[in-house]
């Protein structure tokens, strides 16, 4: 019985990545995909625990020795997940979760295809403008970018098995906590085990 293979999309803004640590928290046993990734450490980011970094050159290696599972361009930066330590996991009955974008999203679907996608929508496009602002990270070009990058994304939304709206996080949370909890309750991932219990009702 192999892993299960959990792959949360969502626009910058929509909360995704405190949604995932709060889940993390409470499902001790997913693993969350590390990406390799050629940008700057931000303050703060340590290496192995938020990004692996590496240069472009040795990105590009990487690429040519087909050791992602997926990788892309985002502005200017490559991001990629790791193939052996995905397969790795998931042989070993891990759970794993990415947090890529809709591309990434693609990519994986077409080597695993009972990945279980999960798509973080807010709001509306107006409440992700507020949080984008609030943050203040941003320059407003910079929002700018990130909002036609958002549309963009929620187009492909309709590709996602499940779909999460983060109005009220902790609401969200639970959404996201169940997703999980069907995942593993769902007749493929439980055969094995289903297979010996029902043979004692033959």
Known sequence: MAGDLFVVVAPSGAGKTSLVNRLLESEKDIRLSVSHTTRAPRAGEQAGRDYHFVDRAAFEAMIAAGDFLEHADVYGNY?????????????????????IDWQGAAQVRGLFPRMVGIFVLPPSL??????????????????????????EEISHVLEFEYII?????????????????????????????LDRLLDEFR
């Open 126 to 151: 107006a409440v992700l403008r507020r949080r984008l602002t609030a943050r203040g990270k941003d320059s407003p070009e910079v929002i700018e970018r990130r909002m036609a990058s958002a549309r």
């Open 79 to 99: 991001y990629g997940t790791s193939r052996r330590w995905i397969e790795q996991e998931l042989a070993g009955e891990h759970d794993v979760l990415l947090e």
């Open 165 to 193: 709206v983060n109005e009220h996080f902790e609401t969200a949370l639970a959404d996201l906590q169940a997703v999980v909890r069907a995942a593993r309750l769902s007749r493929d991932r439980r055969r094995s085990r």
